[in-house]
């Protein structure tokens, strides 16, 4: 008895391998560019954090998903050859409508929340995601001519399919994000994705209802391009990895401010080096007044640059300092050199690298200090805060050397508690430099740990922070001890700093 071939397409010949393969591999891509840019689109309205970077990548995997199976049920009810090309125009449109629509969504929202942080993700990703993820399934079912090849189509085209994203993956961590904007990017992927929906449409023309594609699908095409060009921007300049812009003081002619992401990371005077806004940066600074003789040059490594404060007024209080900054951003490299008057020279040098690989690569025992204040959103990038990083930290500092590092946490203050015990398995001398409220756990915001293998001067310090007009005050030994508490060691294996902070509902 003859049997029916179910696996024909309805209506025709499947589509040229070629067709397919470019169509797969393309509408995979596009999927992935819009998962990695989209992160870099919320950062500026929710930060980097784990939680953020897990809502983009969830929400991704779920449009997969849901384009997928909806993707491959339609096929099954209806000739797939009218679909794709109104699905990969629509998908293209939205990739670029998402442009405007996270901006214009982010400007509207009151703070980088949990809820927040999901809307924006699933904003950035879900709808254009999902369209194109069903295109793949509806490839496949064209090119099934028959079911004794129905594992060669399918492993080749899912091949295909995941070679696009791998690609897509490469092509714009490594290479577009340094030399587009994401906003460039993500217009690009949709009009191409929009532009290859219309070239499949002209291709299945004789197809009938196939080449035909829907009037608003285009207006939805042209609108978002329209939209994406008028959308408010938070970027004065879009680096590798922050939104990034240098804003006057209104108060102080020559006081400049360099915002990164959400944060205002630093405060820079273009006349006056010594002139300290921040409380966290004169903390520091009462820390190397207290621990090293007046005026005297030390060699100094500051590990996360920002506007280079720290540096600048040691260059200028302490002549013949040598300081090497370690920064992980060349474009904050950049725009302190056009907009904050950074001169680099043999004494003050900067390192484009991040701050573990530059640690690991210090010559043992030369620093009389080391800054920390790299930061990631809220937190210190974990990889900066573990025993191991300690470590190395220790290993650079001649012997009587300081390490001051600026944290920022709130209460319960969980992450500054697992923090200095882990200093005090590096070190043998340890303190918290915060104000009142902060070491009583009822405040928080900036904090500075300082730590050594020699005893620290506290008195001194103490001192040096009322000289620069701080109500701050030094907790050691005992007081230390009641704030940690029984606060884990953080290591390489171990090191939760995002789920340890409460940054979100936080001004």
Request: hydrophobic share 50%; with cysteine.
């Amino acid at each position: 008895m003859a049997v029916r071939d179910e696996a024909a397409p309805p209506g025709g010949t499947a589509l040229p391998p070629w067709v397919a393969a470019a169509i797969t591999f393309l509408s995979s891509g596009a999927v992935l560019v819009l998962e990695i840019v989209g992160l870099r689109l919320i950062a500026p309205y929710v930060g980097v954090t784990v939680q953020t970077s897990t809502a983009v990548i969830g929400f991704a995997l779920a449009a997969i998903a849901l384009g997928a199976w909806v993707g491959g049920a339609v096929a099954d009810q209806a000739d797939p050859r009218r679909l794709l090309a109104p699905l990969m125009v629509a998908g293209g449109a939205l990739i670029v409508a998402v442009l405007p629509l996270v901006r214009f969504t982010g400007e509207a929202l009151s703070g980088a929340d949990a809820g927040g942080v999901l809307l924006l993700a699933a904003v950035a990703v879900v709808v254009p995601a999902a369209l194109l993820s069903a295109v793949p399934p509806m490839v496949v079912k064209l090119q099934l001519a028959s079911l004794d090849e129905t594992g060669a189509v399918v492993g080749r085209l899912s091949g295909i399919g995941t070679l696009g994203g791998i690609a897509a993956t490469f092509a714009t961590g490594f290479v577009l994000v340094a030399i587009l904007p994401s906003s460039v990017i993500l217009v690009g992927t949709g009009a191409v994705t929009a532009l290859t929906g219309i070239a499949v449409a002209v291709l299945l023309r004789r197809v009938p209802g196939a080449g035909r594609l829907p009037v608003g699908l285009l207006v939805l095409a042209v609108g978002g391009g329209v939209l994406a060009a008028v959308a408010p921007t938070p970027c004065e300049e879009e680096t590798a990895y922050h939104c990034a812009r240098v804003v006057a003081d209104p108060e102080r002619d020559t006081g400049r401010v360099l915002l990164l992401g959400t944060l205002r990371h630093s405060y820079v005077d273009l006349a006056d080096p010594t002139h300290l806004e921040f409380e966290y940066v004169r903390a520091v600074a009462a820390v190397t007044d207290a621990a090293f003789p007046a005026g005297e040059p030390i060699s100094a490594l500051h590990v996360g640059g920002g506007g280079l404060t720290v540096p600048r007024y040691l260059a200028e209080v302490r002549p013949g300092t040598r300081s090497l900054v370690i920064e992980v951003d060349p474009g904050v490299v950049a725009m302190d050199r056009e907009q904050l008057g950074l001169e680099t020279s043999d004494e003050l040098q900067v390192r484009v690298a991040d701050g573990r690989v530059g640690l690991a690569e210090e010559s043992a025992g030369e620093r009389n200090l080391v800054v920390g204040d790299a930061f990631g959103g809220l937190s210190v990038p974990w990889q900066l805060t573990t025993r191991e990083a300690l470590e190395l930290v220790d290993r650079s500092l001649t012997d009587d050397g300081v390490y001051a590092v600026n944290l920022i946490d709130h209460p319960p203050l969980a992450f500054v508690r697992a923090e200095l015990a882990t200093m005090r398995e590096v070190f043998g001398h340890v303190a918290l430099l915060a104000r009142a409220p902060v070491l009583a756990g009822e405040d928080g915001g900036n904090l500075v740990a300082v730590a050594s293998r020699s005893p620290l001067p506290v008195d001194a310090i103490a001192e040096a922070l009322r000289d620069q007009d701080l109500a701050w005050q030094v907790a050691e030994r005992e007081g230390l001890d009641r704030f940690v508490g029984d606060a884990d060691v953080l290591t390489d294996d171990f090191a939760p700093v995002d789920q340890l902070l409460t940054p979100y509902g936080q001004p």
